[in-house]
């Protein structure tokens, strides 16, 4: 394990489900991430939290809904999903930003089936 | 518009050979480099990060190496063996003082390694 937690592993779930990912670090980093990834495509940045303040939000569907109650926890609210929102989410974390040197520590990700 | 371009997109080699694998990018200005390895089913794990002034790092088995003047990477993995089937990512960070993105991330190689 590498200090990133993320639950549950693999979900299925349907268009009209509402479901959360979790993430949990153990690291004491103040940085957290969502990722997007996607068959043959580049990891998408979703949304960054620093110091539990929303500090991004990459045009992400408001579909998504992240919850950041303290620095070591993480949520993804989902809600009336698509198809197309299949995909592997990747939860991070981060000492500072993910500029200069600091390094991202991912969790194993949150596999997600849309039906 | 910045780019990370991978090559190439996937490799299988036998077991015990060495392999290369490319890393373009157009993010300027730079700030520095990261290869990324990503098992099936986990997230991506650090394996290297190059500032500006290196030109080569290594890692065990893994060489990384770096020309910031024509913007390529490259990462040697020498006398492969069969864990080191994977995705590797190369992830480039913009410099955040400029307004640049600050990670740009490459779609991967996809490595096999077969005895």
């Known amino acids: 394990e590498t200090g990133v937690t993320q639950t549950p592993r693999h979900l299925v779930m349907g268009m009209t489900n509402k479901k959360s990912l979790k993430c949990e670090q153990h690291?004491?980093?103040?940085?957290m991430y969502w990722y997007k990834q996607s068959a043959k495509k580049p990891l998408e940045l979703m949304f960054v939290?620093?110091?539990?303040?929303?500090?991004e939000n990459n045009s992400v569907p408001s579909r998504f809904s992240p919850e950041c109650p303290n620095s070591s926890h993480l949520f993804l609210h989902l809600h009336t999903l698509q198809p197309e929102d299949s995909a592997l989410y990747l939860c991070?974390?981060?000492?500072?930003?993910?500029?200069?040197?600091?390094?991202?520590?991912f969790g194993a990700g949150s596999r997600l089936t849309v039906l | 518009k910045n780019q990370v371009e991978q090559s190439p997109q996937s490799l299988i080699i036998l077991e015990g050979k060495n392999c290369t694998l490319q890393?373009?990018?157009?993010?300027?200005?730079?700030?520095?480099l990261r290869w990324y390895k990503q098992d099936t089913g986990r997230g991506p794990v650090s394996l290297t990060i190059?500032?500006?002034?290196?030109n080569t790092k290594s890692n065990g088995r893994y060489t990384a190496t770096l020309d910031a003047d024509t913007k390529q990477s490259s990462l040697h993995i020498t006398a492969s063996q069969l864990s080191d089937s994977a995705s590797y990512i190369c992830v480039v960070s913009g410099d955040r003082n400029s307004g640049n993105t600050p990670l740009v991330f490459g779609k991967g190689t996809r490595l096999s390694v077969i005895a």
């Open positions: 190059m500032t500006f002034s290196e």
């Open positions: 690291l004491g980093h103040n940085a």
């Open positions: 890393c373009n990018y157009t993010v300027s200005p730079f700030s520095n």
């Open positions: 991070a974390s981060s000492q500072g930003d993910s500029s200069g040197a600091n390094v991202l520590t």
């Open positions: 939290y620093n110091f539990k303040e929303q500090t």
